[in-house]
């Protein structure tokens, strides 16, 4: 649902409505941030089952990469191939500094490194990288299970410093880019030789050096505003939170208090700061509509999770699977589609803007089915012979119990769920070459 609603954010379905209603909608709440929460949301609540139900490090990373980078790289191929000449829905090569363009999307931390986004969508991918970095260090020395307050951490401090906190100060030119990018790619390339060696203390150095990368480019080189980026890491956080209360390893009411101050701290943010121009830089209406969207996405979190246990209609399910190829296609499948059929931005007569709407969705939704199928199914099989292997080959993946650890309680599958970035919304990006550093990579569009 969520990757359905970015895709009709970018593709200006609010010009479509009528004024009346399209305005209230635009005040009120914005798809883009609706959309980004609850993606972040769900993944919280997903993420650290995918991580503790085998205990096994190595295992987890090997299955995040054969599920993220493959169809990433093939989603980019794509883009390059249908966009019409100079387009910018892809700017992985318009920056002039190809190689430190590559680098740092291949670890997928570039938005916290002053660097294009090779898709414009891919700028969430970085979030959730970073999540799972923290996530990651956290598991190896004991301490996944604090989640509820490092949430409320994340969300204090958004409240109390919000906009007083500097953001993007690592990245001050294209020197000092570069420098970052490199260090970084030289700072994962170990760590990842860490984690992926079956050997505890080596796991741990490698998960610990991880988690400090993440929060070390986090903290001083977000491009968003200080309390958005805040607002996210609590947000995900939140949904773990859930995930332990439903499993039984915290406390309810625990869980209850920790849910409800990340939901006031959004609300509280949206009025404290999102105002006086800083709006333009969270790409909303102002503080009501970062505030509706934000309380909207946990409303629509609710309803899942109180469903969660009933069987949901095939079409949903379908578009659960097909979510991530969705959310890399669509912008570069909108941008060919208006340049092949020559359609204006809001077609002059409703029948018009029924039938684009149709052909639009028809479309990604069909482009985006060869994708899962054809890209996404058979490289995660792969992942997970090649981990099935690499147990085999080398034994010893999964992390024993620190002494200060805190005490295990149940641990289950985890449910299936949507592609990673089923609601990523994207950054837009002018179609012309730009510096890497000296202030950033530009806009950000929800």
Known sequence: MAALVVALHHFDVLKLLPDRLAAFVWWHADLGLYGVMLF????????PASLERRGNVRAFWIGRFFRLWPPVIIGIAVALAIIPKGDGSVALFATGHNYVAVAANATMLQDFMGVWNGLGVMWTLSYE?????MVTALFAVGQHRRSGPIAVGFAAVAVLFGTSIASHTMTVDAASTRHLVWGAVLIVLFAFACVLSGRANLTRVGAITLGLLAFVLMYNNSRAPMFET???FATMFAGT?????????????QAVLCCGFVLAAGVAVAWFYNRNGMENNTWTAGPRAWAGSFVGAWITFGIGFALRKRRFPKPLTWLGGISFSLYLLHVPVLHTLHYALDVPKVPPTTSGKVIWTAEYLAVIMIASWLMYKLVELPVQKLGRKVGKWAD?????GE?????????????TAAPSVPGPASAAPERTVEPVPVEVGAGGPGSRDR
């Open 392 to 396: 085999r080959r080398w034994p010893g």
């Open 230 to 232: 805040l607002m996210i």
């Open 129 to 133: 990288m970073a999540f799972y970095y």
């Open 241 to 253: 939170v859930v995930y332990r209360a439903e499993k039984g390893q915290i406390d309810r009411l």
């Open 40 to 47: 972040f949301l769900v993944s919280g609540y997903i993420i």
């Open 399 to 411: 992390l024993p119990a620190l002494a200060f650890a805190v005490p295990a309680g149940p641990v």
